[in-house]
């Protein structure tokens, strides 16, 4: 008998991993323990040499579908006389690393118990097991334990607690394990706290629906606003409350099935969609639906999600149509997450909520995702995945808290070889916004029991996150360019030290050259960058309201390409725009006052769109970029003409001829949908020509695509079309192409950058 003690790191609590290896060791016949440990698992084992390998070999490969090993370390230890295996309690001594699998999508086994009148948990709205239900956003601590949980107030029942503890039954050791006679329980209010009459919440909840009213759901990482996607009544209403105008609403539908009704669903997308993750999945909506027009306005695209908790479930199968589940709060605002909470900032909003009486430790958002190009991509990280861990190619020498960016904020921390994103934040554009930002970085330290001795931020002054790491005076700070960031997170992703060639195309990312950037060129490494080509920058008079009145963009693109003497009484898009308003960015242009300097691909793709489509007007970031691609001619081949300045330093991509080249356009009456074509066709066309340029000048590296520009499917599929099968391309998949994956590319940066000094 040889003895060896098998210590494992990744998420391997709350999914039922113990137990897995309680019925690994019986079968194999080796005797021994297993535990949670705060770093993660630990067993002991005992049994002849050549045994103990094959056990450790099935360790590598665990069958929990929510586990995933990130390490597996196995020493010597003495043999000891034992008879069976056991499970023992946690350990909680020791360095402490968070093994607590997202939250998870509800199984086909509760799914069946909810649905069956003989079964105890029959409509039971919070069933789950080892394999589903709440987990990161009921935590308190580590290890994962009840005590450790926001379920530490609901004492088991005996029945629930004969399932616990059972090894052989799929509740052994559930933390949230609880039934109608001793869990958490539903209530139905008004938004002014008085109870409403219903002998049963749920189903007062589901008339309530049904009637078109705005009912609040309290689900796992905060409230949804609910309403019938079917009444164009309900949903002007909740626009209206929610200060939502033309933003596309999430739809839950009950099944897979039911996603057909709604939206043309690909294979590969209804994989998204029925993954454990259940994110929200971009798809294109059918023409002929049930769903008004008011729920997605203005764009092809959906975003559809199916339940992922028992009162999901529920609710849809009650209701009998999809609903719109939008998070809970007025844009641009958190999610709420306590019931207090809730009552006091959806008065106006919900006329109705529905509550439960199980905390929420953690906000966490739902996650969105798309299949780009056919590779499904995480355009928003946040619930089903969070904190599931990175392992990094490299250990940072010291744990960092990495801010993220100031739009789709999300930040990281990372210490030794692993990286933890938090949930995702939002637009840290309100003091509401940075509080979550506070909390959620707080409580994910405390979780960790990590204190960050560095912090990397933008290095935009002005961003509160920049602010905030400057508040942290116990720490080193390391300001990171933005798209440095940006390639540097789509490295971490695919394990690269660098040198990459990154094309990082994004809306704004404060540069270091007195202009904003945004299609940017980069020859990276972790801890340093050269930048060798960029995109003329385009004027922002106004500055921010450029994003908002895109005329502005359009009207300094025309300007720019006519030597400042632009026609434009033939474009119809500045028809409505007053000749004083004209007059007034003429003059901020000519006189460089209040009009910076802007690279960004992004703006391109506005004032192009805003030229085509004439619309002057955007009410949300992407809305014209998403109706710009959407409305491209495929059959459109030809690309506009362009230059490039191979005299200045960095190479500069010079699109006024395909400016002047889409006036004309537009001016002779070509559709909309070739002008679109053309302009992506100039855009892939730019790209692949740059790419080759600095290529044959630095040498063969990969070439990685980053930055929310490479969210537009159409220009993805035009880049590798052409340069897929000639170099190392690679792009992302489960790090966010936006800005909400910068942080992890910042905490990298900053750790080489420190080493480097040192």
């Known amino acids: 008998m040889a003895g060896r003690r098998i210590e494992i790191r990744g998420t391997v609590q709350g999914v039922g991993f113990r137990p897995w290896v309680y019925r690994v060791a019986k079968r194999m016949a080796v005797v021994g323990r297993v535990r949670n440990a705060p770093a993660g698992v630990t067993i002991e084992a005992f049994a002849s040499d050549d045994v103990l390998d094959r056990f450790i070999e099935q360790l590598r490969v665990p069958t929990p579908s929510s586990a995933r090993v990130l390490d597996l370390h196995s020493a010597r230890i003495p043999d000891e006389t034992l008879t069976g295996f056991v499970i023992e309690s946690s350990d909680t001594v020791g360095d402490k690393t968070l093994s607590i699998p997202p939250d998870l999508a509800t199984c086909g086994d509760c799914r069946a118990e909810i649905l069956d009148p003989n079964d105890r948990r029959y409509q039971y709205a919070f069933t789950n097991c080892t394999t589903c239900g709440p987990r990161f956003t009921i935590a308190t601590g580590i290890p994962y334990d009840r005590p450790a949980t926001t379920m530490s107030q609901f004492q088991m029942c005996p029945e629930c607690q004969q399932e616990y503890g059972d090894v052989e039954d799929r509740r052994f050791h559930a933390q949230p394990n609880a039934c109608p006679k001793c869990g958490p329980k539903l209530s139905l209010a008004a938004v002014d706290g008085s109870a409403l009459p219903a002998t049963n919440p749920l189903d007062g909840a589901v008339q309530l629906l049904k009637c078109g009213a705005v009912v609040a759901v309290k689900g796992l990482g905060g409230f949804h606003l609910a309403c019938d996607a079917a009444n164009a009544t309900a949903v002007r209403r909740l626009r209206e409350r929610k200060h939502r105008d033309e933003k596309p609403f999430g739809v839950m539908v009950a099944d897979l099935h039911a996603a057909r009704t709604v939206a043309e669903v690909t294979p590969a997308e209804e994989a998204l969609l029925a993954s454990p993750e259940r994110p929200i999945v971009l798809v294109r909506a059918r023409e002929e639906t049930r769903l008004v027009p008011e729920v997605s306005p203005d764009t092809p695209l959906l975003g559809v999600f199916l339940p992922y908790t028992p009162l999901h479930h529920l609710l849809l199968a009650k ?174 992703e695919h394990g690269l030290e660098g040198p990459v060639l990154g094309v990082a195309f994004d809306g704004t ?222 792009r992302h998949r489960q790090v966010p192409p936006g800005d909400g994956g910068i942080a992890l590319g910042q905490a990298l940066i900053a750790d080489a950058f420190l080493g480097d000094k040192g």
């Open 319 to 492: 209701v009998g149509r999809p609903l719109v589940m939008t998070s809970a709060n007025v844009s641009d605002e958190p999610i709420c997450r306590g019931n207090e909470e809730a009552l006091r900032r959806l008065d106006g909003i919900a006329d109705a909520i529905l509550f439960h009486d199980r905390d929420i430790a953690m906000r966490c958002d739902d996650s969105v995702a798309r299949v780009i190009a056919g590779v499904p991509t995480i355009m928003r990280r946040s619930r089903g995945f969070v904190p599931r861990p990175f392992q990094l190619a490299r250990a940072v020498s010291r744990p960092v808290l990495a801010c993220g960016a100031h739009l789709k904020n999300t930040f990281c921390i990372a210490f030794g070889d692993t990286a933890y994103f938090g949930p995702h934040i939002g637009d840290l554009e309100t003091v509401a916004a940075l509080d979550f930002f506070e909390e959620a970085v707080e409580r994910m330290q405390t979780i960790l029991s990590i204190r960050p001795e560095v912090i990397a931020h933008d290095l935009h002054p002005g961003y509160l996150s920049t602010r905030y790491a400057h508040t942290r005076n116990d720490v080193v700070r390391v300001g990171v360019q933005h798209h440095h960031a940006h390639v540097a997170s789509a490295m971490a």
């Open 509 to 730: 990312g404060f540069g270091e050259d007195g202009t904003s950037w945004g299609g940017e060129f980069l020859l990276c490494f972790a801890g340093r960058f050269e930048r060798l080509a960029s995109f003329r920058p385009v004027r922002l008079a106004g500055g921010d309201l450029a994003m908002r009145e895109v005329w502005r963009i359009t009207y300094a693109l025309l300007y720019d390409a006519f030597d400042g003497k632009p026609s434009i009484d033939a474009l119809p898009l500045f028809d409505g725009v007053p000749p004083e308003s004209l007059r007034v960015v003429s003059q901020m242009i000519e006189r460089d006052l209040n009009a910076p300097r802007a690279r960004g691909v992004g703006r391109y793709f506005d004032g192009f769109g805003a030229l085509a489509l004439n619309r002057p007007v955007s009410t949300y970031e992407g809305q014209i970029a998403i109706a710009w691609d959407h409305i491209a001619n495929d059959a459109v081949r030809d690309a506009y003409p362009f230059a490039l300045d191979r005299s200045v330093a960095p190479m500069e991509v010079d699109l006024r001829p395909a400016v002047r080249a889409a006036c004309n356009d537009v001016m002779a009456n070509v559709s909309p949908g070739d002008v679109s074509g053309r302009f992506h066709n100039t855009v892939v066309a730019v790209t692949v020509e740059v790419v080759g340029a600095l290529l044959a000048e630095h040498g063969d590296v990969p070439v990685v695509l980053t930055g929310g520009v490479f969210q537009n499917a159409r220009l993805v599929a035009g880049i590798e079309e052409k340069l897929a099968n000639e170099i190392k391309l690679l």
